[in-house]
């Protein structure tokens, strides 16, 4: 599944969920996916999955509970647009 969590002028957040029937034996609980975030104005994407979507996750929700503002957001994720290289390329 394909959600877009974040959206704004600058950035778009998108969460990946998937299975992977070997990790779901092992645990069905873990969460299985990743993030995509875009960086519109750089025209840049960076994914993130395993333990670095862990993290990214946990990092929202501790930025969620401040009622932070979409320039807040947008100055967070930006600090992720330094780990990226690939750039987005339209089909």
Excluded: C
């Excluded at 070997?22 to 996916?33: E, L, N, Y």
């Excluded at 994407?45 to 979507?53: K, N, S």
């Amino acid at each position: 599944m394909h959600t877009i969590i974040y959206d704004s002028d600058s950035f778009s957040v998108f969460q990946l969920d998937w299975e992977h029937a070997a990790d779901a034996r092992q645990d069905p609980r873990s969460p299985h996916g990743g993030f995509e975030i875009v960086d519109k104005f750089a025209r840049k994407e960076i994914f993130l999955e395993g333990p670095i979507a862990d993290g990214f996750r946990q990092h929202v929700r501790n930025l969620m509970e401040a009622s932070p503002s979409s320039d807040d957001i947008d100055e967070f994720l930006d600090g992720f647009s330094a780990l990226s290289r690939q750039n987005l390329h339209a089909h």
